[in-house]
């Protein structure tokens, strides 16, 4: 029996070429396509998220604002909540960054000085702070302070009244 004709037949064979190669070029375009939605379309789609839970911090700050005061003038109790970190939507084939968070704390204690030109007396106080970590927008931190709230941006030469 003659092994040549059949291994040079086999080595010949072409037939399952052009599937092989169309195959593999339809999967390096499917590869390609997904890299894109990954690099363009999450990131937009966190940073929308993320300036949502932006504008909804805003708000439980005022509510927190309102809250204070309404304790200090009917001397009772009250509660308000913030929510501090923000979920981005589940993904199949993508993968999204660690879930943005941020702080909200109390600074410590420091003393302001109130008078009426004869009199002055000095009064501890504190400011609370909510800094954001977000992973795509950049914004500054949230400030409440005697009654104001306020969004400090001033190294970028930015400070708004909420």
Do not use: C, K
Not at 21 to 42: A, E, N, S
């Amino acid at each position: 029996m003659n092994d040549s004709g059949f291994a040079g037949g086999f080595v010949e064979n072409e037939r399952a070429v052009t599937p092989v190669l169309g195959f593999v070029l339809l999967f390096g375009i499917l590869i390609m396509l997904l890299t894109m939605y990954q690099v363009q379309v999450v990131p937009h789609q966190n940073s929308q998220v993320e300036f949502q839970h932006f504008q909804d911090v805003q708000n439980d700050l005022v509510d927190l604002r309102n809250t204070i005061s309404t304790a200090g003038q009917a001397d009772r109790p009250e509660f308000t909540s913030v929510t501090l970190g923000a979920a981005y939507r589940t993904r199949v084939a993508t993968i999204n960054p660690i879930p943005p968070a941020g702080t909200l704390r109390a600074s410590d204690p420091y003393n302001i000085t109130v008078g009426n030109g004869t009199v002055s007396m000095n009064i501890s106080t504190r400011f609370i702070e909510y800094e954001p970590r977000y992973n795509e927008i950049s914004v500054g931190s949230i400030w409440y302070e005697n009654s104001v709230l306020y969004l400090d941006e001033r190294d970028r030469g930015r400070l708004r009244i909420i």
